[in-house]
């Protein structure tokens, strides 16, 4: 089983739509959590930490189910910009090494 | 957010060649810094992880005396691809994080190609 999961996508989608993308994690002891997006032959970006309580940052929310080990990303009133691959990312605990996601691909059109 | 630039960008050599790729922490000290190679349609491979002064340590699989990692001072890391063959060519990303900041952070990456 992959330390991390993710659906590969594509996800196609309408300006403007709601769209949410799932990750699941096998390491029960993972402390951080994060959601990178990675343009088309570029590096990977920072898009926002997880929180256990949940957090929003505009039109994009992520949750974090510890007990489940299930992390979400949501999308909403998507832009043509949000066109990209969104990596989902686990950290054991602080100073470790991140673990990716193969990432799930967005497709905006317009 | 904390900034890493990569130098070169892109490069393109003949195979035998070597290949120095530079990693730097503009506005923060890498600590620790990660190098990454990323195939076309697949997820980022970690390569090895290098601490400021320490000898890097090397993922399963990685050969250490093909892919020299040199992190010297607290902004610096580089990398090196000995002998490259075309099956090197590939995007290499580093990435760094150091104390206060709450994950890595990435630099733009440098395409390799062997020819």
């Known amino acids: 089983r992959k330390e991390v999961e993710q659906d590969p996508g594509p996800f196609n989608v309408p300006e403007g739509a709601t769209v949410a993308f799932n990750c699941t994690y096998s390491?029960?002891?993972?402390?951080?959590f994060f959601w990178y997006r990675q343009d088309c032959r570029k590096e990977p970006k920072l898009l926002m930490s997880?929180?256990?309580s949940g957090n929003e940052d505009g039109r994009f929310t992520a949750q974090l189910n510890r007990a489940s080990q299930y992390i979400s990303l949501l999308i909403r009133d998507s832009k043509l910009s949000d066109s990209a691959t969104y990596l989902c990312?686990?950290?054991?605990?602080?100073?470790?090494?991140?673990?990716f996601g193969t990432g799930t691909r967005l497709a905006v059109r317009p | 957010g904390a900034v890493v630039s990569q130098h070169p960008s892109w490069v393109i050599c003949k195979s035998g060649t070597s290949v120095k790729i530079e990693c730097r922490s503009l506005?923060?000290?890498?600590?620790?810094m990660f190098w990454y190679r990323q195939f076309p349609k697949q997820s980022l491979m970690l390569m090895a992880t290098?601490?400021?002064?320490?000898?890097?340590?090397?993922e399963q699989g990685v050969e250490k005396d093909k892919f020299l990692i040199n992190h010297a001072s607290l902004t610096l890391s580089t990398l090196t691809v000995t002998s490259a063959h075309p099956e090197d060519s590939s995007f290499y990303i580093c990435?760094?994080?150091?104390?206060?900041?709450?994950?890595?952070?990435f630099g733009p990456g440098t395409r390799l190609t062997v020819l």
């Open positions: 990435s760094a994080s150091g104390q206060g900041l709450d994950t890595q952070y």
């Open positions: 390491n029960s002891a993972s402390q951080s």
């Open positions: 997880v929180y256990s």
């Open positions: 990312v686990v950290r054991p605990r602080s100073g470790d090494k991140l673990t």
């Open positions: 506005d923060f000290q890498a600590t620790t």
């Open positions: 290098s601490n400021e002064g320490s000898k890097a340590t090397y």
